[in-house]
């Protein structure tokens, strides 16, 4: 089955710099991204993919900027990230994807937006890597204009995930 989730790719020199430290933490398939939008509601018939095409279409590109490195809990180290209209953004492809949309019967569960650019996650057997040191190397990110959106694709659980399309956003940088 083919799972799905939208983000915004750093450029590619930060990608390279971002992926390098992924690896150092354990990453074997470092996949550098900001999640505007998790898997679910992402349905592998693709009938969301025109309503997501023309929400970013709509979209004024923007500029965002990752800063300092944070936690979930115990069981997910990532980059904070600040950008004028990444939440309007998330907000306005839910909309197009919701349950109110015909396109997903109930999202499995709806939690908070927090913009941000995972680098490692603890599983079961092994906590979060030693990190201070490795993400010290990342504090001079230069902010950067958004102008498209990547759907990422996977087959699930064969494979990891892969850049499959990219979607601008409108011309105009705002202002």
Do not use: C
């Not at 915004?8 to 430290?21: G, H, L």
Request: hydrophobic share 40%; glycine share 4%; charged share 25%.
């Amino acid at each position: 089955m083919l799972k799905y989730f939208i983000a915004i790719e750093p450029p590619r020199d930060q990608r390279v710099r971002i992926a390098t430290v992924m690896r150092q933490m354990g990453d074997p398939w470092p996949v550098p991204h900001i999640t505007v939008k998790a898997p679910d509601g992402l349905t592998p018939d693709l009938a969301w993919l025109p309503r997501v095409r023309e929400v970013a279409a709509r979209s004024a590109r923007f500029r965002v900027a990752i800063g300092e490195a944070r936690t979930f809990g115990n069981r997910i180290l990532y980059l904070s990230v600040e950008g004028t209209n990444l939440a309007q953004l998330h907000q306005n492809i839910l909309e197009v994807i919701s349950p109110k949309s015909g396109l997903e019967p109930a999202f499995s569960k709806e939690r908070e937006y927090v913009p941000h650019l995972t680098l490692a996650i603890a599983h079961k057997e092994n906590a979060l890597p030693p990190y201070s040191q490795l993400v010290s190397t990342l504090q001079d990110l230069d902010p950067f204009e958004v102008a498209e959106l990547t759907i990422y694709r996977r087959e699930d659980p064969a494979t990891h995930y892969r850049a499959w399309k990219r979607l601008p956003l409108a011309k105009s940088l705002e202002s």
